[in-house]
């Protein structure tokens, strides 16, 4: 049986409406002015005709949720193991004496992708020691290292007052009920955001097509044909405008979303694992006793973590972090205090035997005990509170380690932050009391020199977010 003219017609036109919805992704990237404005107000449509009767959804678009979360999470970068999501950040600890530096890998995918996961590497070193080692004369501490980290984010939740209405044209002026949902406050915003930049768009776009039809092929593009030249001007222009729109249509929501706290509550959480590879190993001169040969050990402290963080931020109670951890390291009798610490001066008086040995040494710590490696788990617990519109915190973190090396440490903190003129935080420091050993499991020879100390870390995010 032969198919009629009209099932032709009807499957020529379902072939023709499939192959428009195959080709539609590769078309919206043909990156005109017209199709990123188009895409823009398609992005908006879907966030105002969700419901804001159940109080809860989405208020920006996804990239302005990544650039909102970016400044909430970075109210805290006090460690290398805390949340940012620009390109790149410094965090230095002088109780630690360490310094890392971390680079975000990730892309950005599409228009409108919120930042699900990402890669970060980077590298730490033990600074404070290499300085000291090089005033004293002694060989510095191999601790350098490179860093890996895997972050995965939720998607995470927004709350804000469901749909309510104030009769204020019961007052005679003839006005219109006025909305009191937040939402109805940003969609009024995000559209006015949204046409404002819309008419920016047509502006430039205006501009530079009449500054195009302003060529003379002649003088300024000779053997070229005119055509060809205005496309690839025109190419360019296209592309570094869409660059420039989408980055500044999702950072313009972020604003009016944070600056005017159109919400309630925000809520998200990450989880982490992170790698630290030391790039060569410290060398450790040691000896069973003082009347034993001093010899070389070397310690390769690899450190893995695995750490799951909450934030919650309302405009009521302010921000909240807490962040339970679990560490692994390969440990040894001298970072676990159970070796007793000499020099070679006091290593000669007391009757050590391998002066020779020692005397090569001068400048070194030795070390006398029984030496050994070995894997120290730890947990960890932090919290941390921001009041609100507030820019001093207050942060207390308890870490209990097992094994053989049992010490529960604690620190108290005060973290601050410093934003720029746009608001955004630009520098994080934490003074911070530290407490060691606070069960007192660590004796012996090697107890530690002292249980309190006084630190302070800083954290600084730069270039540009990875949304």
């Not at 005033?135 to 191999?142: E, K, S």
């Not at 894997?375 to 519109?389: E, H, N, R, S, W």
């Not at 005060?414 to 608001?423: H, Y």
Request: hydrophobic share 40%; net charge positive; with cysteine.
């Amino acid at each position: 049986m032969r198919p009629s003219s009209s099932r032709i017609a009807k499957l020529f036109l379902s072939l023709s409406l499939l192959c428009a919805v195959q080709l539609s992704p590769h078309l919206s990237h043909a990156q005109t002015p017209d199709s990123l404005i188009l895409e823009l107000k398609t992005i908006n449509r879907a966030i105002a005709n969700a419901p804001c009767s159940t109080g809860r959804g989405d208020l920006v678009s996804n990239r302005a949720v990544n650039i909102f979360l970016s400044e909430k999470a970075g109210y805290y970068l006090s460690g290398s193991d805390d949340l940012t999501l620009y390109k790149n950040s410094i965090v230095a600890n002088a109780a630690e004496g360490t310094l890392a530096v971390y680079h975000n890998l990730h892309q950005p995918q599409g228009i409108d992708e919120r930042v699900r996961s990402f890669l970060s590497i980077g590298a730490r070193a033990n600074v404070a020691d290499a300085f000291a080692a090089s005033y004293a004369g002694r060989q510095y501490a191999n601790q350098f290292g490179f860093l890996i980290k895997q972050t995965w984010i939720s998607k995470g939740h927004t709350s804000f007052n469901p749909c309510t209405s104030s009769a204020i044209g019961s007052s005679g002026n003839g006005a219109a009920d006025m909305p009191l949902s937040q939402k109805s406050t940003m969609d009024a915003l995000r559209a006015g955001i949204l046409h404002t930049l819309e008419a920016e768009i047509a502006a430039r776009t205006a501009d530079f097509e009449k500054a195009l039809n302003a060529m003379d092929p002649a003088a300024d593009i000779p053997g070229q044909s005119p055509q060809a030249a205005k496309d690839i001007a025109r190419r360019r222009f296209n592309s570094d405008l869409r660059q420039e729109y989408e980055y500044k249509w999702a950072l313009l929501q972020s604003e009016a979303l944070s600056r005017g706290f159109n919400y309630r509550q925000v809520a998200v959480s990450w989880t982490s694992v992170s790698l630290y590879i030391p790039l060569i190993t410290e060398k450790i001169e040691t000896a069973p006793s003082f009347a034993a040969a001093l010899g070389a050990r070397h310690a390769y402290p690899l450190r893995a973590n695995i750490s799951h963080t909450w934030l919650w931020e309302s405009t009521k109670y302010g921000r909240f972090w807490l962040s339970l951890a679990g560490d692994a390291f390969l440990d040894n009798s001298r970072d676990a205090y159970a070796l007793y610490r000499t020099n070679f001066s006091d290593y000669k008086s007391l009757g050590g035997a391998d002066t020779l040995h020692a005397a090569s040494f001068k400048g070194n710590e030795l070390y006398i005990g029984a030496y050994k490696n070995f894997i120290t788990p730890a947990l960890k617990g932090q919290f941390v509170y921001f009041p609100p519109d507030s820019h001093i915190g207050v942060s207390f973190l308890l870490e209990q380690h097992l094994g053989s090396y049992k010490a529960l440490n604690g620190v108290l903190g005060v973290p601050i932050v410093l934003i720029d003129k746009a608001g955004i935080p630009a520098f994080n420091c934490e003074f911070q009391v530290r407490w060691f050993d606070l069960g007192n499991k660590v004796g012996g020879a090697g107890s530690l020199p002292g249980k309190t100390s006084i630190g302070l870390s800083v954290g600084v995010s730069f270039s540009k977010i990875a949304y």
